[in-house]
């Protein structure tokens, strides 16, 4: 059955399928990519131990689940917050469900995505070596399951015209 992934699942699956996706248990939080200079506007001056400006993590540490995510009360992970993460001021039973433009832009340009993106081509022309089964290959990745003849005729002309374009 189809149900909607929260803002943390969607950035964990992405990586999954990427194969970036670091599966590491336990530990401490981690600083995955975040606009630039938004950390420092929450901050009014204030030094609480060392918060003050966002020093993003680097290497594995960029893929750690979003479960091990370091979240600043008054400045949640803007990129779960678009997909309705809680702002963590009160418990929440239920998380809100909003249909929203800019969470198709998040998807479409957030560094993290791009990234998982970039890392799924790559995986995909290393690893199979028939460029016709590209699009099947991906599909299959990302969806987990084969696609139906009209969604691969859709996604091939996609890819044609892309290719083309580029």
Do not use: H
């Amino acid at each position: 059955p189809r149900f909607r992934m929260s803002g943390e699942i969607i950035r964990d699956y992405v990586l999954a399928t990427s194969g970036l996706l670091n599966k590491e248990i336990g530990g401490p939080s981690v600083k995955p990519y975040q606009p630039p200079g938004l950390w420092e506007e929450t901050n009014a001056g204030n030094n609480r131990g060392g918060l003050t400006s966002y020093v993003q993590d680097e290497g594995d540490k960029l893929y750690r689940r979003s479960l091990y995510t370091l979240w600043k009360r008054t400045l949640p992970p803007p990129s779960m917050s678009i997909f309705d993460a809680p702002n963590r001021d009160i418990c929440e039973v239920r998380r809100q469900k909003t249909n929203t433009p800019l969470q198709a832009l998040a998807l479409q340009n957030d560094v993290q995505m791009l990234e998982a993106a970039r890392v799924l081509s790559e995986n995909t022309i290393t690893d199979t070596k028939d460029a016709e089964q590209w699009v099947t290959t991906v599909f299959q990745r990302i969806l987990v399951r084969n696609p139906k003849e009209e969604e691969k005729k859709v996604l091939e002309e996609y890819y044609t015209d892309a290719l083309e374009k580029f």
